[in-house]
């Protein structure tokens, strides 16, 4: 599962990647899919600070790229992905407040697999059972 910056790096920054999600990303056996919660944060970055636009002409432009052009599967957030939100420890100690990062973690951990992020305070949930794939930024 692709964090919403990593796609955002994906398909207009790809410096910002480093060679092994680079790797991942590029490999035809790698399935790829981004939650709906970044796709709704890829929306409102898009409205608010022109995110992508030089990109796409629209919103809805981008969000049928995401299928369509990169093959990347949104997969929507669901009950369970709010229980395990429910249950998750969130980490204080970094002020890790943002609420789309926590549901973009718990669908990871609740689908049972890898997410690829460059936020670092993505490392505190590893110990909730989070495989996370750091993106070591250049």
Not at 38 to 55: D, F, G, P, Q
Not at 72 to 96: C, F, G, W
Not at 127 to 138: K, V, W, Y
Request: proline share 3%.
């Amino acid at each position: 599962m692709l964090d919403t910056n990593i796609f955002v790096f994906y398909v207009d920054e790809r410096d910002r990647l480093s060679d092994d999600v680079t790797a991942i990303l590029d490999d035809f056996d790698s399935q790829l899919c981004i939650s709906a919660e970044s796709v709704r944060e890829l929306i409102v970055a898009y409205r608010t600070k022109r995110l992508l636009a030089n990109l796409w002409h629209s919103p809805r432009a981008l969000v049928d790229a995401i299928e369509r052009d990169y093959k990347i599967r949104v997969i929507p957030v669901d009950l369970s992905v709010n229980r395990t939100m429910s249950d998750l420890i969130l980490n204080e100690a970094e002020k890790h407040n943002d609420p789309s990062d926590h549901i973009i973690i718990s669908h990871a951990l609740t689908l049972g697999i890898p997410l690829i992020s460059s936020d670092h305070k993505f490392r505190f949930y590893r110990s909730q059972g989070l495989d996370l794939i750091e993106n070591r930024m250049r």
